[in-house]
């Protein structure tokens, strides 16, 4: 079974030729690592990204979402942008579920890896949370893994 945490899991109905797809990831991570919210599933088929609000970010959202949908056809992409932020919508078919929920994972762990680092990359005990909200030193050892 192929990874889904790199260029490999990208599936064969993608047009965008190999050598240009760990570019192209590069720039989802940068807009994942933008995110203010975890990644949202409203349900199995769409996922809802939550990005900063500025014409910056909604021209650069929807720049990539119209690169992407040119080479990845079967993703159907909303950005809306207000004064609150820009939400960028994604909606797959059933057949490309698997190709959603790996991007997915990796939006969920860019948005982790922000809220566990402090500004200087250091990984801070105070900030790792379990999913009951508390933080704390018992936390970090397993901020790690199985990502």
Not at 48 to 73: K, M, Y
Request: aromatic share 4%; proline share 7%; with cysteine.
């Amino acid at each position: 079974m192929a990874s889904t945490t790199g260029p490999d899991w990208v599936p064969p109905s993608c047009t965008l030729p190999t050598e240009e797809q760990p570019l192209r990831l590069a720039e989802w991570d940068a807009l994942f690592a933008s995110q203010t919210a975890a990644p949202h599933r409203p349900g199995p088929l769409r996922v809802r990204l939550e990005l900063p609000a500025g014409a910056e970010c909604e021209e650069r959202t929807r720049d990539l979402a119209e690169r992407e949908n040119g080479c990845c056809s079967f993703f159907d992409f909303t950005v809306t942008g207000s004064p609150e932020g820009v939400v960028l919508d994604i909606a797959v078919g059933r057949e490309h579920e698997p190709v959603l929920r790996a991007l997915t994972a990796r939006a969920d762990r860019a948005v982790r890896a922000d809220r566990v680092a402090g500004a200087d990359g250091a990984v801070r005990a105070d900030r790792v949370a379990g999913a009951d909200g508390v933080a704390g030193a018992d936390r970090v050892a397993g901020a790690g893994e199985g990502g």
